[in-house]
């Protein structure tokens, strides 16, 4: 019965040696885990500002765009308008060559003294 015995409390001291292990083991993970999980936790929001950030800037160069498009617009909308009014101009021009057309006004000079003032 001894031999038993001496057995049975070897198997004991055994299991208990292998608990505490496993209960650092168990501690040692549920530590990596809940590391592991802020570490996501941060990179996640760090993602999330970034996306944010870009959303922001594309959102910003899809406004200048349109804006940009516009003005585009508007100036092709006047350079053809004014394409039309000196296509009619010359071809008004053509058909009365006789026409007589005023010479343009010359520019006014007027005298500037030394000091910078007009003398008129």
């Known amino acids: 019965w001894d031999d038993e015995k001496k057995k049975l409390e070897t198997r004991v001291l055994e ?22 999980e802020r570490k996501l936790v941060e990179e996640l929001e760090r ?48 058909e009365h060559p006789a026409a007589s057309v005023p010479p343009a006004a010359p520019l006014l000079q007027i005298p500037i003294s030394a000091s910078g003032e007009s003398e008129v």
Do not use: F, P, W
Request: glycine content about 2%; charged content about 30%; aromatic content about 2%.
């Open 47 to 94: 993602l999330k500002d970034a996306y944010a950030m870009q959303v922001e800037e594309a959102e910003g160069m899809h406004m200048r765009l349109n804006q940009t498009e516009s003005t585009l617009s508007s100036v092709t909308k006047e350079k053809d308008s004014l394409e039309a009014e000196r296509h009619a101009i010359v071809s008004t021009l053509c």
């Open 15 to 36: 299991s208990d040696q292998t608990l505490v292990l496993v209960a650092q083991e168990k501690e040692s993970l549920e530590h990596a885990k809940e590391e592991t």
